[in-house]
C-alpha cells in the first residue's frame, strides 16, 4: 500500500479556493487515488477519486500529475460547512485489499 | 435509500466487561468494514467482511472480533474490555463487484458507536 503524506491542518476562509496537497511518492501503477470528508462525530464520506489527470464533481476537483507521485484536492469557494478532516487514500484496484486511512489534514475554515 | 446503522450509538462500559456492536448496511450492500477512531490513533481498520467471510483484518488483539449474517448485518465483539478501547466504532458498508481490475468501491459509513470504557 502506497504511504501518503498530506498537511497536518490547513486554515482558509469563506469563499476562498482550498487546495490539499497529497504526496505518495511510491505510488504503484495500478493505484487509485481517493479522498474522503470527514465531519466532526461523523464517519467519513467520500468525495471524489481518480487515476489521472483531472477529474470534477459537483463537490470538487482532483488533479493529479502525470507522474502521480502526487495530487490536490480543490474545493472551490469554500463555506464554514467545509470544515472537516480530508483524507488522502491510495490504493490499488483489488477489491480485496483494505482500505487505510491516514492522519488527514483537518481543514478549518474562517468567517 | 436507507444508510448504514449501527447501534447502540453510545455505550458506556467498565474494564473486564464484553461489548457487542451492531451494523445494518445498506440495502444491496454486502461487503461491510470496521474502524475504531481515537484521537490519538486516527482511523484505524479493524477488519472487513463479505458473504460472511472475513477477508481482511487490521492488527488488532484477538479480543477484537466479527461476524456477519446471511442478511450482510455485521456484529464486532470485543471481550475483555480495556481503558483504551474507548473509541468511535465506524462500520462502512460497500458493493462488492466480482471481476476487475477496478477501483476499490465507495465506502459509506454510519454514524458509529461511541463506545466509553470506565
Not at chain 2, 444491496?28 to 481515537?38: A, F, N, P
Request: charged share 15%; net charge positive.
Amino acid at each position: 500500500l502506497a504511504k501518503t503524506t498530506q498537511p497536518i491542518s490547513m486554515d482558509s476562509y469563506e469563499g476562498q479556493e482550498v487546495n490539499i496537497t497529497c504526496s505518495h511518492n511510491n505510488i504503484a501503477t495500478n493505484d487509485y487515488i481517493t479522498w474522503y470528508q470527514q465531519f466532526p462525530s461523523q464517519g467519513p464520506r467520500f468525495i471524489i477519486q481518480g487515476y489521472k489527470t483531472k477529474v470534477t464533481n459537483e463537490v470538487a476537483s482532483l488533479f493529479i500529475p502525470a507522474d502521480r507521485k502526487s495530487s490536490t484536492l480543490s474545493l472551490p469557494r469554500v463555506s464554514l460547512s467545509d470544515t472537516a478532516v480530508y483524507y488522502c487514500l491510495v490504493g490499488p484496484m483489488n477489491r480485496d485489499d483494505k482500505i487505510i486511512f491516514g492522519k488527514g489534514t483537518r481543514l478549518h475554515i474562517l468567517p | 435509500k436507507a444508510g448504514v446503522t449501527q447501534t447502540p450509538r453510545y455505550l458506556i462500559k467498565t474494564r473486564g466487561q464484553q461489548v457487542t456492536l451492531s451494523c445494518s448496511p445498506i440495502s444491496g450492500h454486502r461487503s461491510v468494514s470496521w474502524y475504531q477512531q481515537t484521537p490519538g490513533q486516527g482511523l484505524q481498520f479493524l477488519f472487513e467482511y463479505f458473504s460472511e467471510t472475513q477477508r481482511n483484518k487490521g492488527n488488532f488483539p484477538g479480543r477484537f472480533s466479527g461476524r456477519q449474517f446471511s442478511n450482510s448485518r455485521s456484529e464486532m465483539n470485543v471481550s475483555t474490555l480495556e481503558l483504551g478501547d474507548s473509541a468511535l466504532y465506524l462500520c462502512a458498508s460497500s458493493l462488492a463487484r466480482r471481476g476487475g481490475p477496478h477501483p476499490r468501491n465507495e465506502q459509506f459509513f454510519g454514524p458509529g458507536t461511541r463506545l466509553t470504557v470506565l
